[in-house]
T-cell receptor, first 112, second 109 residues
Framework: IAGITQAPTSQILAAGRRMTLRCTQD?????MYWYRQDLGLGLRLIHY???????GKGEVPDGYSVSRANTDDFPLTLASAVPSQTSVYFC???????????FGPGTRLTVL | RKEVEQDPGPFNVPEGATVAFNCTYS??????FFWYRQDCRKEPKLLMS???SGNEDGRITAQLNSASQYISLLIRDSKLSDSATYLC??????????FGAGTRLTVKP
């Protein structure tokens, strides 16, 4: 793989179900991020990780959790999905100290 | 008030036109500034960084006015391929990138 990948591409999920969105990068970037993008609101940061083993909360963390067991992977988990979590989710990564973020292709999630 | 505000558009311009977008930000501690481009149903990609001295890349120029807290993007001689949504991004620290909602541009033949 080259760059940053996300899975699944899209998903329809019943409310109350647990869901994990996967994100993998092969650029050896230290920092990784999860955003959601909603019409009229732009991208909003959910959680981030500066390096393997550490995570932090972004602007809209409620209802989401992340883990960073290694450099390459940064999964996002919705423990009990709600309809307001219907969105497009983007994972991104950047080199430590650099500002440019590289984005994955996104996951379209619909919670019914 | 949103931290980063952009006119959502849409801007509909003919090929060859010059078009300019502005973006304002509210946090005076912001340290770095960017324009990202996002094509329909695709991920955002860095277009250019923005400096107070200006930054030019071919037909595209970006400028920062830190005193007035706004950044601008100018596209000259618009091409059909410039049609996209342009996202203004402001960074206070490495973990706090704030995105505008985007300005949609459509260039028509």
């Amino acid at each position: 793989i080259a760059g940053i990948t996300q899975a699944p591409t899209s998903q329809i999920l019943a409310a109350g179900r647990r869901m994990t969105l996967r994100c993998t990068q092969d650029m050896r970037h230290n920092a990784m991020y999860w955003y959601r993008q909603d019409l009229g609101l732009g991208l909003r940061l959910i959680h981030y990780s500066n390096t393997a083993g550490t995570t932090g909360k972004g602007e809209v963390p409620d209802g989401y959790s992340v883990s960073r067991a290694n450099t390459d992977d940064f999964p996002l988990t919705l423990a009990s999905a709600v309809p307001s979590q219907t969105s497009v989710y983007f994972c991104a990564s950047s080199s430590q100290g650099a500002n440019e973020q590289f984005f994955g292709p996104g996951t379209r999630l619909t919670v019914l | 008030r949103k931290e980063v505000e952009q006119d959502p558009g849409p801007f509909n311009v003919p090929e060859g036109a010059t078009v300019a977008f502005n973006c304002t930000y509210s946090n005076s501690a912001s340290q770095s500034f960017f324009w990202y481009r996002q094509d329909c149903r695709k991920e955002p990609k860095l277009l250019m960084s923005v400096y107070s001295s200006g930054n030019e890349d071919g037909r595209i120029t970006a400028q920062l006015n830190s005193a007035s807290q706004y950044i601008s993007l100018l596209i000259r001689d618009s091409k059909l391929s410039d049609s996209a949504t342009y996202l203004c991004v402001v960074n206070t620290n490495n973990n706090d990138m704030r995105f505008g909602a985007g300005t949609r541009l459509t260039v028509k033949p």
